[in-house]
């Protein structure tokens, strides 16, 4: 018998209520139908055979991957109740048992073996998956070899015997049970013997319970004891041979328990015998042997686990064809699951699957899609607030905002063009290829159990935190209404908070299931409908469209829900999200998508239709974890998961076929939810179902309360204004887990929620028709329509254990419930009938139906898919201006106040801010008129601010105190503070709006006072600058140059003035737009007052942008128009739609006109009034209803959008119209100044020149006195160092005392590596600090002065022209002048200064000095010159800097040259010469006064290589022979017999010329040997600095002399080593960089670039 999907389905709810799933059972088959044979009766069975059967099949489903450990239970035929037993031990469902006596069926004694696995619940109650083996036969092949295979497979065999039985009875050569003493045999009976061969032959038995039946516990003695431990032994020893093993080379541990008789007993005797049993400890092992409970406890925690079942079945067909050989199967090894099952359980556990981002990389397309809704909603909601006026930074943030979810959206498409797919789906995608659904259940349930071991930790983890949080913010409360009680922190409860959100977010991540994979293959196809990708193909080159298609097509038929509500937040089916925005991407919502299309094919395979198989939607709502998933299981045996939490995300719905309908089950995700959803979800899928359903149940856990209540309210209300429902629904209340319910007082509740919902409707109506329509014509409720369900799941306690099961009564109490429910639905159709009889059909067309009938539902499948996604488009778009509020209370609160608060803005904002900014404006612009001052305007402009600053302060307060006393006067009826803080906010918009339009025409009127205060300053700047051009261009200076110059100006002005006052037609947008989109608002506040525009989006700025500023809009058009807004229809209908919206248009622009005034101003009263025009033509013209309710909203949104486009042409050519004005004005007064200033032209020009060159042959002198003081003070600073500065002679022993008398131990190491360059860096740095503080003076005092002299002379001039004096003077020449101004600056009290004036100001020969006809304009334009040298003191600052840099970086390497000696080292310890200069040899030779070390100049002794530590003028010193490397590569090595053969050879510079012998600073001496104690004092103080320079520099020098070897056995070493002084190997770097930080070459290269350039060569 083939496994097909119902038994698979079967098998799967079957386990899901613990009862036993048949894996081996008897079946009748035909003659050669496959099976083993049982031999049944021929002449009954007619043809038909008795066979064994195994369903691998059908349970390949529920044990795709390894599950719980097994536990497998079998006996002997002896031992009944087998199953009972097991029954009491882990607390199972009542089972049918074989009773003792024959069976009249040979079926029914068959062999058969049940599986009971752990699925009732998520969470574990036994932790064992069962195996009970019922009538074992050795001879029934199938089971032998079965049983074998489970037994390889278990973690633990319980073992049925009978001690009478299976111990003591006949033998197999018919002797008795007794052996030759008379004692009862303890050896197993044939059967038992043939059992445990059978539990052997695969090895992998761990342990055997051996539970031992007919014991005598009345004499229960120490005999009865021995026989019990000599049968566990027989049993051990039988396992053991059987094994092929030795009992002591590890066979099975085998513990055996006394079995009492429970048959018989009752109820409280049965449970007290089980519990005694299950804590009795093994019998005939050790002291310490567990009890039973210990064992069946650990069992569940072994490693051993139950495999897959393809890999059982592998196992099987082993041990199967290895019993019918005869041989042994070896042990189990390798893989617990099958290939499918590994594939997946490998991918997921890949190192690169982790937990966090496993979504995105499972699903990257399906993931893009995601963050791309987010980002589009975002960007709705950005689009939608910059609808509303905004300030100018709001809104520059805003468009930022916009902008930046642009580039996230156009990466978000990068990434999703570039994804790749996942291994795994590629698996998914040949499954789906094969079209083999079985192998798709198994990849589904390979993921849920993947899926279950990563939740069960985090569940619990939450599990854990919740019930603290709930204790926390029950503590909380309990503080909060009692103060002496302490409370708890808040920041553990903010903490608790945070982390249930990560851990929730942690468990969605793990939330893969298939249909997450179909979703992704939907994804896939999407991308290739919109030409993204290519789509399926590349997932795998064999599947299509049309296999995917067909796929999915069986897979919905098998009965799996539909996933088409998806995602967070919520996607409607698999559709591109930028195409479900079409007011982003500009493409059309409508379109076929995967399930749209899967739907279309549904219908023509089930045939879907009206007449013949109606369709009939019945949806589920409820709080979260209320049973909804469950409830729908059972009522129309669905598959929907359930699970513990959040099971069902979005909706689901799944299809049930019955005789007459075609049933459509939505299951909906919980409300009142915990997880991220907001306020309006619930709503939005309460309304969702109720829009698109025949029947909604409301399925509730306990009592029925308010916000039931509520919900339906505002749910009413939006179903009402949205027009979204096609039928009245069904609502039925199902009541779940109710203990002692009064179902009466239920159904008192309901009856109270109709008429609260019936009291809605009539306030709903007061402006309609009285009885215009009822409750029943938006739903049908019914007091009777509830119903009482009992608890799903059964928690008990049954012998010690916890269990939860299913129970009984509720899979009856659903059967029940299904009668009801068609009941409910019955009556809803009945009662809309008769309505539709009473009422002629008027309803339907009260409501906004015109389609709705008492047959109307829906025709198909897809019809049903696309009314769907029509309704939640429009609640996703537009009901949560609706769904915002919690009551209906709250509905006509909002209602009532907005009709206040429009009443506030007509009376406060439209009459006193608008009459008095008025008068203001009025006032404050007379007052720019008259002020001649810019600064003047300024200060005018701030009075005004503050005083409508003030204005708009006092009107706000005087709304906000009409807005608080009114509702004070009615607080009975106003009692939602929300409510009241939203309207009391809102009226701040009309006030901002008004204000930005004042602002408008004070800022106009600003902008026009400061042009002409520009105008008036234009002369006197053009002026001012005729004065710069003669100081520049002196005589060429002409009338060409002053207009050029004023052309200049005026082009700056005139361009100031366009910018400012030229109109915008992006601000005249934003601003019509904000009016009109604020006036929308208000009538839709209004509910039933404009119907037409509830329909009607807000304007964006995009959709309105296309006016140009030629602006192409239907302003100036009287026909035509209609037939632009109207689409194509009948010649004769489009003719007379046409004239009649022409009409309409013409009238509209009238009033347009008329509100917006000359000065092209708008306002929210305005943009009102012209809508309100437009409601009021559209319902006086039956024509204009009649094109409504053919076009629908979409009409007036067109002539929404077109008015505004007019509004916007209109006032952008009023703007326009007085700018030009004003810029005629404007240039009417050029050309008058323009006269007038040519006139100042030719006044004076031969002044400036006279003034340039005076000015220029004063600064010329006195910079060269200025460079002539800075030599003479760098001499001065070269003079007083040179006083102070080592003498050159002895720099040698100043190095010396410097480094080694004075223990620095670094200044060793720098004289040890170059004893010239350490003297030049001393020399450097005592410079530097010297000659610093010398410097700085004297070039300040330099500077200071220069800059005096020109200011000076500069102020006596001009105080002489004041004075009078010149004015005085007869044939005043330069010359003469200057002469004055001696006598002037002589009188300085600065003698300093007044020489240097004196000594600088100009004279000049008689043909140059030049007689000053103009004195005041000479002085003016040489105090301009002499300022404009002043201002030039920074280059003049950095000219005196460098010219004294200069000079002292030559004086300083001078003065090197002096004190650095010769740079020559003795040869021998590497000190520096003495003597002044480098050429005295062959004079004279070298010498140096004070000797070293050697190794302080790299000598090494040649064995080992270490340091030469003997004075440079030892005697033994000079007696030792030495070697250097050759000269060229190759060459022989140098060698001397002592140094002064090596002196001779190559250093005789360092000998005496004439005798070839070293000086007397240098010739050896005993008193210099280490050992010497006749020496003197100075030479051993000497040789004791030598000593303590190299114990504390040797590691440094180690690390300059590479080759040299250091050397510790030195006696005197660590005598001379400085406690923490002594330096390291690791400074040697430090003291090498300081030493040549500075180089005298480096120094002198400087020069160059510190002389200014005009003195470089």
Known sequence: MPPGPSQARMMSLASKTDSPLPLLFGWAAAPGGGGSPGGGD???????????????GALRELFCSPSYPLVLSLGTGATLGKSYLLQYLYALQECHFRSAANTPLRIHAMPSIDIIGDFAREEAMRGVTLADVHGFDAEEELCEALTATLSGFAALVLLHCSLKADFGGSQADGSSGEDSDGAESTEPSPRLRRLLEVLSSSEGCPKVLLLLRDADFDEHGPGEARRLAACVESVRQCLAAAAGESYRGGGPEVLAWPVPPLAGLGPTELSNEVKTLRKNRAVGGKDQSPSLEETLSGAALSSRKFPSLPVLQERYNDVADSLRCRRR?????????????????????????TSEGLLRQLFPVAHCHQQLTVVSQEKVRCLGRGREYLEPEERQKLENTVDALDKKIARLRRERQQAQPHPLLRTFAQLVVLGDLSLIVEFGACLDAWKQAKRAPLLENKLKLRKELDKLVEAQETSAAKPSVQGVEPARVTELRAELAELQKRLDEVDVSTDSFWLEIMSWHELERVGARRGLREVDERITFSAAKACYLNWVKGGNPMHFLHSAPLQFGAFEPLRWHPQLSGASFFGSDFLGDILRELDRNLGVDVKRRPLLVISVIGVQSSGKSTLMNYLFGCSFATHVGRCTKGLYISLLETQRELVVVLDTEGLLSVEARDDVFDKQVALMTMACSDLVIVNNRGELGRHVGDLFQVCLFALYHLKLARISPAIGFVLQCLSMVNQQQQYEWVATVKRSLEDSVQELQQKEKPHSFQLQDLVFLDSESIFVMPSAFNDDVQFGLQVSRPTNLYALKALQLREKVFHWISRAKASQRQRWKDTGGVPGEMLGQPEAGPSAS???????????????????????????????????????????????????????????SEVLIERYTKELRETPDPKEVHAIDNAFRGQLDGLRDAVMQEMQHDFDEFVKSNDSKFTDEQVKSDKRFSLMGPMRRKYASVDSLWRSAVHLALEQR?????????????????????????????????????????????????????????????????????????????????????????EVRDVSEQCNSFLLSKKGVGAALIPSMTTQMASAATTHVDNLWIKLIDTMRLEVDQQGQMSDAAALKILNRLNSEMDAADQLRQLLHRLGSSFVQRLFCEMAKATIHYRFQIEQQNFQSRVNEIMSKKQQKLWEIQARVDSGKREVHCAKVWAKTFVDTLDQHFRNAVGRMAQEVVSHMSNILTN?????????????????????????????????????????????????????????????????????????????????????????????LQEVCSELADETLAQVLCSCLPTFQSESDWNLNDLPQFVQFASVELRRYRANMHETEMTVERRMEAELTRQKADFWKCICGCPARCPGCGTKCNLEHENHWPERPHECRRHLYPAFNGWQKQEGRKPFLLHCRASAQWKIARTRPPIEPGGPERYWDNFQAMLEDEHPDWLDPSTRLPLSSMEPLEEYEEDCDTAPEDIQKEIEENRRAWANCKDALLEHFTSMADDQDIAWLEKYKREGGALTRSEFVSIRDELFAVTPLESLENMDSIMPLDERS
């Open 1014 to 1102: 520009s105008m008036d300053n234009l002369f006197q700047e053009i002026s001012a600058r005729v004065k710069d051009l003669l100081l520049e261009q002196g005589a060429s200076v002409n009338v060409q140059n002053v207009e050029r110059v004023f052309e200049e100006k005026w082009s700056q002005v005139m361009a100031e003035t366009l910018r400012k006052q030229k109109p915008h037609l992006e601000k005249v947008l934003q601003e019509v737009v904000s009016h009109f989109n604020a006036a929308l608002l208000n009538l839709k506040s209004q509910f039933r007052k404009a119907h037409i525009f509830h329909g009607v989006k807000s304007l964006s700025l995009h």
């Open 329 to 353: 199967v070896g042990p189990v090894r390798g893989a617990e699951r099958g290939a499918l099952a590994a594939r997946v359980f490998d991918e997921l556990g890949s190192p690169q699957a």
């Open 1288 to 1380: 050159p002679g002895s720099a040698c022993e100043a190095a010396i005392e410097r480094s080694f008398t004075k223990r620095n131990w670094r200044h060793v190491v720098m004289y040890a590596i170059d004893p010239t360059q350490y003297l030049f860096m001393e020399f450097h740095k005592e410079w530097d600090r010297f000659k610093q503080g010398l410097v700085d003076q004297y070039c300040q005092e330099l500077k200071s002065n220069f800059g005096s002299c020109i200011r000076i002379a500069e102020e006596r001039m001009t105080e002489l022209l004041d004075s009078g004096s010149l004015q005085g003077a007869k044939d005043l020449t330069m010359s003469k002048l200057s002469k004055l």
């Open 858 to 916: 829906f025709a198909s499948l897809s019809q049903w898919y696309d009314h769907a996604r029509t309704v939640w488009q429009t609640l996703s778009m537009c009901g949560t201006d609706l769904l915002q509020f919690r009551t209906m209370r709250q509905v006509l609160m909002a209602q009532q106040l907005q009709e206040f608060c429009d009443a506030l803005v007509q009376k406060h904002v439209d009459g006193k801010l608008n009459s008095e």
């Open 42 to 56: 021929p002449r009954s069975s007619g043809g038909l055979q008795l066979c064994s059967q195994i369903q691998w």
